[in-house]
């Protein structure tokens, strides 16, 4: 089989869809703080990582608050930084990592779908040029994949097959069409990597690794992948350390030995050699240090201890018995060494004489002898960090306050150690991560407003400074959303936001700035999350919000006037000292409230209130334990639920919702009840029997002989992962079934047996056409709005009014087989909004009249493939409002105007 690059999608745009009319607008840009790393509310500080160099270019694995994570290059030039791609749009994340250099490309693993794990890519620094490689898209074709190395002309990679408990195939590619070609060689080697991760090979296109008593090499063909050395009577197991000229130093762990050795192989022998043996005199790593080995002038220098003695710095030519301490000249010590660096023929490295704090030395391997360079100590500063060579110099980092780090160089001399930079940062983050760039080093420092960012310097203090602020922006005024967290009366739209100066707090919008502003403050009352599941009852809202108490950490209760905007506790903890305790669910009695209230052992009981804390009791008569989901489901004057009491046992459950106890209307022990839905006068739900898997629907008018099964057994019914996968619509249910004939297709029902039928086979294949998610499903009057994947355009979205011949794809948005994942779907009049992707435009808002042409791109609020990820749409009268994330605003509240009419 040829081993060739398959694009995942093509870069394609949709030319022929026109932009919508009506352009949205920010309401306000409620959190007017800037970017910071370590603000919570800011998961997307730019925190590059993992940089590696490939000719001009660093690419880099990074964060920003439109495309998540995902793979970066820079050129040292602000222009020159940029995404390379987004592989899974949106805010969600690719997490590229094992970036290796091959040649003149990049080689890495990414997860593009979040489905099916990382798969093997390879680029060129285009989008067009990133593809993933045939035989490595992820699952069972991937594996774990792990361990690159690019040496001379071939890649070595490891590939961990699915399920194999650990077992490795070991390969190597030249880059031809050939493909890879898997070699020889113990399964469980730990190929290429050394102790504290370098990676190993003494000729450009062999690599050395070892495993268990053996040392291997291999020259990327299944003949050249030899054994040249075992430590004698095979006992024990090997590391490699690194690499001098000719000479490579191991340590050897004796089996069931604490206590290491030090070896060395010279090329081309067929012999290990022991460098000093262990035993009482043996030296021992801590493997807290990192890095614990460096080379300068030929010789080996390692952090060990020696018995019970401190750490300390030994030095080895490689002569037997060569293993030496490095001694402080002035006979002090310098104590617990870290962060070995070699600059020309010495070794910097952080210490401490016991006199002041860590600060950095250096070591002459000839004359085995140590001795201070800086002298940056004080009360307030940390040690240097992450030691780097520039050009015969040696930079680090530094944290000097609280808030304050800085950069500095330094030629070994105390006269000759200078600052470049200080900067404020939010948190001890000095700059770290240095990759050399021609005559530059590439790293991560904090920006003046905190966010981790890319910097660059040349070693002076003009040259020092940020290549690209990638969050310029402010922070998120809505930091977290879900279904729960807007609520419209009237024509106000309430909803839970931080200004980034308080705790997040009620606030309230008309549609304009100037109607837009906190309803209810809950500040200084211990809100740490936004106010969620609003709950109107009567001129109250009710709502909860994760917060600190009296009690501890924990969900509180809160109620809101809507007239006074007033904002009260009604309850800190459900259950005394479980902090787990907190509203599962809400219902609107006549002049209560009634919750499912569940805690850390997983019980749910049912609870009122009348918004005061006296009055914020559990039922107890009869001691209901609610199942699971725990749907709580009106219809008329009864709420409907599934439940289990001692006296009566498990089944569905109604009570009078304007007062009055709950009751069992029908037993049905041994089977699960869920997605409870009310459509008109009658109750559908799905009743599944644990023993069998068989899942029916049945429907309830209400009395106990009114509670029957509709569809017949045999029926697989799938309840997702969300409560309300019944879908009802006009005078229709829609659900999601399998016949064991066409696998899972849309369903359509009327109540009765003769009326429940497949309404179209969308994917022949037997394979899955609609999902199964709640929010994929809408309907509008009489016509149904899902998203479905029929095997040729991918997940797109889909409409019927429940025939086959009306049921049909609404649009192909992002043509191929990637699908456009629309979610998120909402009306305003007759318009269809919903949230869809595409290679041109990304994640943005999308309107539709119902056709074909009528389907059109509202704004691309970021222009280019970049995403707003819209969330979360809501009608209030002709308003249609969102959230949306951009770059300048962070995550705010958007409204479009006369929506109806887009």
Wanted: with cysteine; aromatic share 10%; charged share 20%.
């Amino acid at each position: 089989m040829h081993f060739r690059a398959l694009l995942l999608a093509a870069l394609s745009g949709l030319s022929s869809l026109s932009f919508g009319e009506n352009t949205p607008r920010l309401v306000r840009d409620v959190n007017l703080m800037p970017m910071k790393g370590g603000d919570i509310w800011n998961p997307f500080s730019h925190s590059p990582q993992k940089m590696v160099r490939v000719g001009d270019v660093i690419y880099f694995a990074a964060s920003d608050i439109v495309h998540g994570r995902e793979l970066w290059k820079t050129d040292g030039t602000e222009a020159g930084t940029v995404v390379v791609t987004d592989l899974r749009p949106g805010y969600w994340s690719s997490s590229p990592g094992n970036l290796t250099a091959f040649g003149d490309r990049l080689f890495f693993s990414a997860d593009h779908d979040g489905l099916n794990g990382d798969s093997f890519w390879t680029s060129d620094g285009t989008p067009e040029g990133t593809v993933i490689l045939e035989g490595f898209a992820g699952g069972a074709a991937a594996g774990d994949l792990s361990l690159f190395e690019g040496s001379g002309g071939k890649l070595f990679f490891r590939k961990l097959a699915v399920g194999s408990g650990g077992s490795a195939g070991f390969f190597a590619w030249d880059g031809t069409a050939a493909g890879p070609v898997e070699l020889n060689g113990p399964p469980s080697a730990r190929p290429f990597q050394s102790y504290d991760g370098k990676k190993l090979s003494f000729v450009p296109g062999t690599l050395m690794f070892a495993s268990g008593p053996d040392l291997w090499q291999s020259d990327g063909t299944v003949a050249g992948t030899v054994k040249v050395a075992s430590l004698p009577g095979g006992q024990g197991s090997l590391e490699l350390l690194e690499i001098a000229g000719d000479t490579l130093f191991l340590s050897r762990l004796p089996t069931g030995g604490v206590v290491r050795e030090f070896w060395k192989h010279v090329r081309g022998s067929n012999q290990l050699e022991n460098v000093q043996a262990g035993g009482a005199g043996g030296l021992t790593f801590d493997r807290s240090v990192s890095p614990v080995t460096c080379v300068a002038d030929g010789k080996l220098f390692v952090v060990a201890r020696q018995g019970t003695s401190p750490r300390k710095l030994w030095v080895s030519d490689g002569a037997a018995g060569g293993m030496r301490p490095v001694e402080d000249v002035r006979g002090m010590g310098y104590g617990n060494p870290e962060q070995l660096t070699a600059v020309g023929s010495q070794v910097y490295f952080v210490g401490a004489d016991g006199t002041g704090g860590r600060e950095v030395w250096k070591a002459d391997g000839t004359t085995a002898s140590a001795s201070q360079v800086t002298d940056l100590w004080t009360a307030e500063a940390g040690e240097p960090t992450e030691l780097v060579a520039l050009d015969g110099l040696l930079c680090f980092g530094m944290r000097e306050a609280e808030n304050l780090v800085s950069l500095w160089k330094t030629d070994g001399t105390t006269g000759g150690t200078t600052r470049l930079k200080l900067t404020w940062s939010d948190g001890p983050v000095p700059p770290r991560s240095f990759m050399h760039l021609n005559s530059q080093l590439i790293f991560v420092g904090s920006a003046e407003e905190g966010s981790q960012e890319l910097w660059t310097t040349d070693g002076s203090v003009e040259g020092t400074g940020i290549i690209k602020d990638v969050t310029p922006g402010n922070l998120s005024g809505l930091p977290s959303l879900g279904s729960g967290s807007f609520l419209a009366i009237g024509t106000t739209l309430y909803f839970g936001a931080s200004d980034g100066l308080h705790v997040p707090d009620l606030w309230k919008s008309t549609g304009t700035q100037a109607g837009t502003r906190l309803a209810s403050p809950t500040s200084g009352r211990g809100a740490y999350s936004p106010p969620d599941a609003l709950t109107q009852v009567g001129k109250t809202i009710y709502f909860t919000t994760s917060s600190v108490s009296s009690s501890g950490w924990g969900q509180m209760l809160w109620k809101a006037n809507q007239r006074s905007g007033r904002a009260t506790k009604v309850r800190e903890q459900f259950i005394k000292g479980d902090i787990t305790s907190g509203v599962r669910s809400m219902l609107p009695l006549k002049k209560k409230l009634l919750m499912v209230v569940s805690g850390f052992d997983g019980e749910a009981k049912l609870w009122t209130t009348n918004g005061m804390p006296g009055g914020t009791r559990q039922m107890k008569k009869p001691d209901l334990e609610l199942a699971w989901p725990y749907s709580l489901v009106p219809m008329g004057d009864r709420a409907y639920f599934a439940a289990a009491s001692a006296e009566s046992g498990y089944g569905l459950w109604q009570m009078n919702r304007t007062g009055g106890k709950p009751s069992l209307l029908k037993e049905m022990p041994g089977f699960s009840l869920e997605a409870l839905t009310a459509m008109g006068n009658t109750l559908f739900f799905i009743a599944k029997d644990p023993s069998s898997g068989d899942a029916r629907l049945w429907k309830s008018d209400g009395s106990a002989g009114g509670t029957v099964p509709v569809t017949p057994a045999g029926f697989w019914l799938h309840g997702g992962y969300t409560l309300d996968l019944l879908i009802p619509c006009g005078d229709k249910l829609y659900f999601m079934a399998d016949d064991g004939a066409h696998g899972s297709e849309l369903w359509v029902s009327d109540g009765s047996a003769e009326a429940t039928r497949m309404v179209k086979d969308i994917h022949p294949a037997d394979g899955p056409a609609p999902r199964k998610m709640a929010e994929d499903f809408f309907a509008a009057g009489n016509i149904l709005y899902f998203t479905a994947d029929d095997g040729v355009h991918g997940e797109e979205v889909w409409r019927t009014d429940g025939t086959e011949a009306g049921t049909s794809m609404l649009a192909d948005i992002q043509p191929g087989e990637a699908g456009s994942e629309a979610w998120g779907f909402t009306t305003v009049g007759s318009r269809l909004y919903f949230s869809a992707y595409n290679n041109q435009y990304g994640h943005e808002l999308w309107s539709s009249d119902g056709s074909q042409a009528g389907t059109v791109l509202v704004s691309d609020l970021v222009p280019g493939s970049g995403s707003s990820n819209p969330v979360w749409p809501i009608a209030v009268g002709d308003r249609l409002y969102f959230g949306a994330t951009t770059l300048e605003h962070g995550q705010e509240l958007w409204v479009i105007d006369g929506a109806d009419q887009q």
